[in-house]
């Protein structure tokens, strides 16, 4: 019997998952990316789908932790700024 590696097959499924999420949720939700909107560069969400495809999925989890916490930080700074809320993209910008 073949055995099926895990990860990837995990990995691929976030990775869908996130592409899913950027067609169809994310240009009719009406706010950006607060990390992206503070530093530039790629949203958070971009920028874990590309860490799914060059990362091991535990370092990329690790690393996502880190995001959305730098993600909060970008949030709090937006709303100290302007006003407004920033983010408040589930799971971005919640406490973790």
């Keep these: 019997m ?3 590696a895990v990860e990837p097959v995990i990995s691929q499924m976030a990775i869908d998952a996130i592409a899913i999420y ?3 949720v994310s240009p009719h939700k009406g706010f ?3 990390h992206r909107m503070v530093h530039g560069g790629e949203s958070c969400s971009t920028y874990i789908q590309r860490l799914l495809g060059e ?4 370092s990329a989890i690790e690393l996502s932790h880190q995001r959305f916490k730098a993600c909060i930080a970008a949030s709090q700074t937006l709303k100290a700024t302007s006003g407004s809320s920033g983010c408040i993209v ?3 910008c919640l406490p973790i």
């Design 2 to 4: 073949e055995s099926i």
């Design 22 to 24: 950027k067609a169809y």
């Design 32 to 34: 950006a990316c607060a």
């Design 55 to 58: 990362e091991s999925l535990m």
């Design 90 to 92: 589930v799971p971005c």
